[in-house]
């Protein structure tokens, strides 16, 4: 009885133990291997083409101003010898669909090429890296790095590595900002200590996003936050080029000796080293096959051809290859030949379609506009002489950095006299750079030349300068008696 009473005091003084599960598994740090090869100067050489483009643009000069300038203040941009205006958003609708095609493209032949190699995610990336490797070292350095306690050398190089990211992310805030608001003028505004509030977030914002991204985010940015990663699967096919493991190739896996040979005790040509997965940047092994987190770098092809090398077997264990090719076992030039399939075709045709009327519309773009409005609040009238009359508002802009003059020419119907409603009116001559002028004009018509209604008319705008011609289309109304 007493051996009951006590298991009853154990059961209500002993509580419960909670079991918490969680659901999210924090990412372990990638620590990837610095690797050498083809792929990794082609990475390098597309580093070093963006950034040269992206850091010494806003210095270069054009007529007397920075060569590409997006003036939010002004309403204008200036892109080399073109400038353009809110009016032009057509032309960024153009380039966002020329883009866009540019993307299915080359995702449909080759994959992942922008994400691999131009993306500004993977460039900043490699850039922090590098700067990371030089600073801390390779990568069992880093790591041994990490994992021991502080002492002056892991302090010193832990801050001289923020100091440089921090100074680059800065930079790279301070160009973007550069694009906006003349870098000429906002450099020595820094070191004055004049900037405007609107300058200092925003290179504030951009360079602690670079900070960020590049040197902490890195791979969640491709993992998670890209959407391109999540519906990339549906420009792919058969016969596009992704890195791919030759399984049937390297099967069975096995570490072995140099000497005991590539199929030595039945394994495949994969010595199972996993230096593959050391150099992804993503942190992914190719050899479980295509990931949505592979962003095509082709990291992982330098390092396994510089194995093979090692070990004396052929390359391509891990390539650039096709489903297809991979399947039915095809040559390099067996694959090429199905880069001209249907999709392929059909993008090419649209994108080259969409870009050389860009060119030539851009090509003949005006230098200056012409808009008419007639006078709604009278239709027609008649003049004291007998004249049918109608009034129309002229607006002419001058879209150059120059001073040009214009003439006017109203055609399509005979007999028509042109009258400036203010006698002293300028007219359109000398309009200054930018300049926007608003003329009332009145034009006369003999009664009894034609019959009454709506009739069509064009105001013709001629360039003095260059014989640059706008025409715009109104109507000239006579009424019925």
């Not at 042109?418 to 009664?447: C, M, Y």
């Amino acid at each position: 009885m007493s051996d009951i009473k006590q298991n009853a005091v154990n059961k209500t003084t002993i509580p419960e133990q909670e079991v918490v599960l969680s659901l999210y598994k924090s990412a372990d740090k990638i620590y990837a291997r610095s690797v050498s090869g083809m792929f990794n100067n082609w990475r390098w050489v597309m580093v070093w083409a963006t950034q040269l483009f992206f850091y010494g643009v806003p210095w270069l000069q054009w007529d007397g101003r920075q060569a590409m300038l997006f003036d939010l203040d002004a309403k204008r941009f200036y892109i080399f010898g073109l400038i353009f205006h809110p009016q032009d958003l057509i032309y960024l609708s153009f380039l966002l669909i020329v883009s866009a095609l540019s993307l299915f493209l080359f995702t449909a032949i080759a994959g992942r090429l922008w994400c691999g190699y131009t993306c500004p995610q993977t460039v900043y990336t490699e850039i922090y890296m590098w700067m990371e490797n030089k600073i801390e070292g390779d990568r069992i350095a880093r790591m041994r790095l990490d994992d021991s306690k502080w002492t002056l050398n892991k302090f010193t190089r832990k801050s001289l590595k923020q100091f440089a990211w921090i100074t680059f992310g800065l930079w790279t805030g301070v160009t973007f900002v550069g694009y906006f608001s003349s870098i000429r003028e906002l450099v020595p505004n820094i070191v004055n200590w004049q900037l405007g509030g609107w300058e200092t977030f925003w290179i504030c914002f951009y360079g602690f996003a670079t900070y960020g991204n590049a040197g902490y985010m890195r791979e969640q940015v491709c993992k998670y936050m890209c959407p391109y990663a999540r519906f990339q699967s549906a420009m792919f096919d058969d016969d596009t080029m992704i890195v791919t493991y030759d399984e049937a190739r390297g099967e069975p896996r096995g570490a072995r000796s140099k000497k005991a040979g590539e199929n030595a005790n039945g394994l495949g040509s994969c010595i199972d080293c996993s230096i593959c997965v050391q150099v992804c940047p993503t942190g992914i092994d190719i050899r479980k096959g295509l990931q949505y987190e592979c962003i095509g770098c082709g990291a992982c092809i330098d390092a396994c051809d510089d194995v093979m090398d090692k070990m004396g077997y052929a390359k391509g264990l891990i390539k650039y290859s096709t489903q297809n090719g991979i399947t039915n076992r095809w040559s390099r030039q067996q694959m090429l030949q199905r880069l001209l399939r249907p999709r392929v075709i059909i993008y090419t045709t649209i994108l080259l379609a969409l870009t050389i009327g860009m060119v030539v519309s851009l090509y003949f773009k005006p230098d200056f506009r012409l808009d008419v409005l007639r006078d709604r609040a009278v239709m027609s009238r008649y003049t004291d002489e007998g004249m049918i009359e109608n009034v129309y508002n002229l607006k002419l802009e001058n879209d150059t950095e120059a001073v040009h003059d214009y003439a006017l020419k109203v055609t399509g119907l005979e007999g028509l006299v042109v009258h400036f409603a203010d006698e002293n009116s300028q007219d359109f001559k000398g309009l200054r750079p930018f300049e926007t002028r608003n003329v009332v004009i009145e034009l006369e018509l003999p009664d009894g030349v034609t019959r009454a209604g709506s009739h069509k008319i064009f105001f013709e705008m001629t360039d003095l300068q260059t014989s640059e011609a706008v025409k715009e289309k109104s109507v000239f109304i006579v009424p019925s008696n």
